[in-house]
């Protein structure tokens, strides 16, 4: 089952959003690089229905993420699958709620976003590598909602597809490599590897 919550985070958060994301490029009276895909929900068009669907899917997958990496390793994944709550929250606001209501992202809760791949960087003892990417992705993550934040880019449609790409394919490369770490679901698998905590100022 473990197996199963994590394989589905490999396409299925970043698909969601992509889908729409991409269709949103041929939607009349609608920019791409000026407005946010939130914003879909708000036309008279069939892919407003989309954009209300697609963030609970990725919401609901995310979820998923949090829940099968605690399962794989509950003394290890705590913070991360708390983490990933909080965001699952977040897209799945998003989708019930339409852009405009204080509902929609449950008034900021989206901030935790950063925090799903530091906790994977403090909790997976995946590598060096691993922690790395997830450090780097929390802090262009932050850097990005604040950005968003600030209100002062004019593309600010074309920012946010790029911060899509970059904070849910994160869960494409955590899912694969926790997938390794876990090996087949008997445990046999040759691809499996031993993970160990990192200790804190390690190298």
């Not at 699952?88 to 509902?103: E, M, Q, R, Y």
């Amino acid at each position: 089952m473990k197996h199963l919550l994590v394989r589905q985070s490999l396409f299925l958060p970043l698909a969601a959003l992509l889908v729409p994301a991409l269709l949103a490029l041929g939607v009349p009276n609608y920019s791409s690089m000026t407005q946010h895909v939130s914003e879909l929900q708000l036309l008279d068009h069939p892919i407003a229905g989309l954009m209300r669907v697609a963030p609970i899917l990725c919401g609901m997958s995310i979820l998923l993420f949090g829940i099968g990496a605690y399962l794989s390793a509950p003394s290890r994944f705590a913070f991360t699958a708390f983490a990933s709550a909080a965001v699952a929250a977040n897209f799945i606001s998003a989708g019930v709620f339409v852009s405009g209501d204080p509902l929609h992202g449950l008034h900021g809760v989206g901030f935790f976003i950063p925090l799903v791949p530091a906790c994977f960087a403090a909790e997976s003892g995946l590598g060096r590598s691993v922690r790395q990417i997830s450090l780097a992705v929390a802090v262009v993550s932050m850097a990005y909602l604040w950005l968003n934040l600030s209100d002062v880019d004019p593309l600010r449609g074309l920012t946010q597809r790029l911060a899509i790409v970059l904070i849910l394919g994160w869960y494409s490369f955590a899912s694969y490599h926790l997938l390794r770490s876990m090996g087949s679901p008997d445990g046999t698998g040759a691809n499996a590897i031993r993970a160990e905590p990192v200790a804190i100022g390690s190298q």
